[in-house]
């Protein structure tokens, strides 16, 4: 069962438990509260009545006309007398004195009557208030001291806004277990709610103790005690994401500790390799387990002094001594990324996709390693966060720019390459770089949606001007999905006129293994008389051995070399001249891209490269900047 719904069962449970103690309240006392509300507006008038009469008789200044008039206190005394009934036990008079204390004005008893000026120790607090804030009150009396009172009703005299005198009607006791004689019904019905409430309260706590299980498994890995994936997103609804250092770890190559010992070893690893990462962590410090070999951290940012070296000596420690299981002795690769957290971040998930990514590559060139990423910004992981993305999609702020590629000999606008740009949601005049949302929604459902945009764009301006070249990035794996291939064919088939006019320029971030499969799609693409490209030549996998395999069009440098052409001219300058000879013999063109100043475009010229594009000939723009020119 999931967590927000145990806790709204539970919640209503408690809510239902609550409302029936309230109802058991209110019925244990609703009897004699409705008497005692009929006795409180009873006494109200009847207390009114004396406190009149008493003004009356001492002219508004009580005080002073008792201790002026002897004869006086004795007459209202007997008339206090004659207000006694079965109901009123006793009815007195009292004020304060110098000392803050209580002194009996006038004492209606008949026996045993109090001297005046008497001190008077009411036994509760609440005739203080009845003093202090002049309103009318009835206290219930639970003092051994006054056995024979049920309830005083207590009754400021008031005189210009200041208690002159406090009248006391005091119900008796046998009054009261008169009126007790008619709730007989309902003390039944309330031993039938308590026992009620006492099987709800048990059924609760049983409730309780099952979710406090069940909540056990959800959190905690079986294997590990580990805390899961689970914990953290419910750690991070009350801990600011910020306020923590985050180290994603995973153990590469578990699988063959499986196979070259067994699963119960690679289990057994797996338990000593958590205990290590739980004991050299600062306190508070949360280690999770996302499943198979891969490690979660969050560490408090306060409790490391120095990130760097803390950073270095934990990865050390994890891999320079060995995992000792059933006379085994085991050493662990493990790749390892660590990352600053920064300011602002809302969603831990984000956090941990960037990582995730940053882990891969690490894998991808060698594994066990780390890498400490700093000065992440917030826009890193927003602009990465697929939500952000898909919200962008979803409202369709994305623009395209256009950078120009240009006659080497001439500088002669003959293409132009279109760039996706993702529009700032806070800040129109922001455009985001595809470098930060690309990777994020590939493969995904975002990825189509984005390719179509493209698409529409290409070919929407395309058809709107006819003297123009496109030249459109598409990512190696876009080739062999089945998907977006026919995505693309269904354009080209509704725009075939326009589709001799594009180019495809083939991106890679992983090695072509199937030459034959490409070759098939690209023979696809050329029958619409379109041209495919080979961005990056030289760089990672994109290498001579595609001049040999695939039918291109077009190579286009990688910027590595353009840079090297000021840091090592001869030699890249050869390098440059043998492509361009070859690019010649094959029938190829070639593309120079990140020109960035004049003296690099002059050697280009020289060397004879075909085509030219960067910062030197056009920064990406709005297309009608162009073709304004």
């Known amino acids: 069962m999931k967590q927000h719904l145990i806790d709204k069962f539970i919640a209503v449970l408690v809510v239902m438990l609550i409302g029936f103690a309230i109802f058991l309240k209110i019925s ?28 009356k008789k001492t002219n508004g200044n009580i005080e002073k006309s008792l201790n002026e008039n002897t004869t006086l206190r004795l007459q209202l005394n007997e008339i206090l007398q004659a207000f006694l009934t079965e109901q009123y036990h006793y009815i007195f008079l009292l004020n304060k004195n110098e000392k803050n204390n209580y002194q009996f004005l006038l004492d209606a008893s008949k ?34 001291e006054v056995e024979d009172i049920w309830l005083s009703v207590v009754y400021p005299i008031v005189k210009d806004e200041k208690t002159e005198a406090l009248l006391i009607l005091d119900i008796s006791k046998e009054y009261a277990q008169y009126l007790q004689t008619f709730n007989s019904p309902l003390m039944n019905l309330l031993s039938f709610m308590q026992l009620f409430l006492a099987l709800s309260l048990f059924i609760l706590i ?13 959190i905690k890995d079986k294997l590990t005690s580990l805390y899961t994936k689970y914990y953290l997103n419910e750690f991070f609804k009350v801990h600011t994401i910020h306020d923590y250092l985050a180290i994603l770890i995973d153990i590469d190559e578990l699988n063959n500790i499986n196979q070259k010992y067994d699963r119960d070893v690679g289990d057994e690893v797996l338990k000593l390799f958590s205990k290590r990462l739980t004991e050299m962590l600062p306190k508070d410090s949360k280690v999770i387990r996302f499943g198979g070999s891969e490690f979660f951290i969050i560490i408090a940012k306060d409790k490391v002094k120095d990130q760097d070296i803390f950073v ?67 826009e890193d992981i927003r602009y990465t966060s697929i939500d952000y993305i898909k919200t962008a999609l979803d409202e369709e702020r994305f623009t395209f720019l256009y950078q120009p590629i240009c006659n080497t000999k001439s500088k002669e606008i003959v293409k132009y390459e279109v760039l996706v740009r993702m529009i700032d949601r806070d800040n129109v005049e922001k455009l985001v770089s595809p470098s930060y949302f690309l990777n994020a929604i590939r493969f995904t459902t975002q990825y189509s949606k984005l390719s179509k945009l493209v698409l529409t ?57 199937d030459f034959e499969k490409a070759n098939e799609i690209f023979s696809e693409l050329h029958q619409f ?32 070399f353009i840079y090297d052409l000021e840091r090592h001219p001869q030699r890249t300058r050869l390098i440059i001249e043998s492509i361009q ?26 060397i004879g490269v075909d085509f030219s594009q960067g910062y030197y000939l056009g920064k990406p723009e709005r297309l009608d900047y162009y073709l304004k020119i």
């Open 529 to 560: 008389g379109s041209k495919i490209a080979i961005d990056d030549f030289g760089k990672g996998y994109a290498n001579y051995i595609y001049l040999s395999r695939l039918d291109i069009d077009i190579i286009k440098l990688d910027a590595s």
């Open 111 to 144: 026996e045993n009557a109090e001297e005046y000026k008497n001190i008077f120790f009411p036994q509760s607090s609440q005739f203080d208030e009845v003093y202090k804030n002049r309103k009318m009150k009835i206290i219930a009396q639970n003092s051994d």
């Open 28 to 55: 244990a006392t609703y009897g004699t509260e409705k008497l005692k509300e009929d006795e409180i507006k009873k006494s109200r008038h009847y207390a009114q009545q004396i406190a009149t009469l008493i003004e």
């Open 312 to 378: 270095e000596q934990y990865y050390r420690k994890l891999i320079d001594d060995a995992y000792i299981v059933m006379n085994y002795s085991i050493f662990l690769d493990v790749s390892m990324i660590a990352m600053d957290i920064p300011e602002g971040v809302k969603h831990i998930d984000n956090v941990i996709r960037l990582m995730d990514e940053n882990l891969l590559n690490i894998k991808k060139t060698g594994k066990n390693r780390f890498e400490f990423i700093k000065n992440i910004t917030l």
């Open 581 to 606: 000879l070859l690019a010649d013999k094959l029938g190829c063109e070639v593309v120079a891209e990140y020109v960035y100043n004049e003296s690099t475009y002059a050697i280009l010229k020289e």
């Open 206 to 218: 049983f409730l309780a103790y099952k979710y406090y299980k069940t909540r056990e498994l959800l």
């Open 457 to 513: 764009e290409v070919f929407s301006i395309l058809e709107k001007y006819k003297n123009i070249e496109i030249s459109m990035n598409l990512d190696l794996d876009d080739l062999f999905n089945p998907e977006m291939m026919t995505l693309i064919e269904n354009y080209l088939i509704q725009y075939q006129h326009n589709a001799p006019r594009l180019t495809f320029e083939i991106l890679e971030d992983n090695e072509m293994y």
